[in-house]
């Protein structure tokens, strides 16, 4: 199985506040995983990926960070929402050696 | 500006009607992809292309390579309204990114 659970699935948050998502994969280990924020039904936009637990690579300068404590968890947070956060964010890993990516069922974050 | 441009960026048609749409770049890619999704849920895999002129059929959806690796169609014969989502076509860098474009959103009328 390749499952990706995405929690949680829907989120309200005021400006300023912090904010955690999480994100865990079932399946081989050592995947691929990568955080792809979708803004207003459009195109994803890659914001971090991570090739092994506590390896981290940021694609986009932002008040988001991202994190692997273990080889199947991936966590985005931040220490202060801007109202520019608001989006569906999508948790995905890669299939070994086949580039196609198997995403969540995301998370969508409104910041009021 | 986008790698990849999609085109059109929204298109609605009536049920039993046939449609193209388009994802363009002046890039050349060792290979295509193209993902369905629909609203509220995490895009899933169509179709990966991976040789210039080459066509590969999903039941109803026909996909095409452009001969110089550039470009490539998705032709959908005969939409339903199961066809509605947002389409998205998507390249990897050979690295360990894969960079989508903007995604043409179909509406299907029943």
């Known amino acids: 199985s390749q499952t990706i659970h995405q929690w949680p699935a829907t989120l309200v948050q005021p400006v300023g506040s912090p904010l955690s998502l999480e994100c865990t994969v079932e399946?081989?280990?050592?995947?691929?995983l990568y955080w792809y924020r979708q803004a207003a039904g459009r195109g994803l936009q890659l914001l971090f990926y991570s090739v092994g637990i506590g390896q981290i690579s940021s694609e986009v300068p932002q008040n988001l960070s991202a994190s692997r404590p273990q080889d199947r968890q991936f966590i985005l947070s931040s220490k202060k929402l801007l109202l520019s956060d608001s989006g569906f964010y999508l948790c995905?890993?890669?299939?070994?050696?086949?580039?196609?990516?198997?995403f969540g069922a995301g998370s969508r974050l409104t910041v009021l | 500006t986008q790698l990849l441009e999609q085109s059109p960026q929204f298109l609605s048609i009536q049920e039993g009607e046939n449609l193209t749409v388009y994802c363009n770049s002046s890039?050349?890619?060792?290979?295509l992809q193209w993902y369905r999704q629909e609203p509220g849920e995490g895009p899933v895999l169509l179709v990966t292309?991976?040789?210039?002129?080459e066509v590969k059929k999903l039941k109803r959806l026909t996909f095409q390579f452009g001969d110089a690796r550039k470009d490539s169609s998705l032709h959908i014969t005969a939409a339903q309204p199961g066809d509605t989502g947002l389409y998205l076509c998507a390249f990897n860098t050979g690295g360990f990114k894969t960079i989508f474009g903007a995604g043409t959103r179909l509406f299907v009328k029943a």
């Open positions: 399946g081989t280990s050592n995947p691929n």
């Open positions: 995905a890993r890669e299939s070994s050696g086949a580039n196609v990516l198997t």
């Open positions: 890039s050349v890619f060792s290979s």
């Open positions: 292309v991976v040789t210039g002129g």
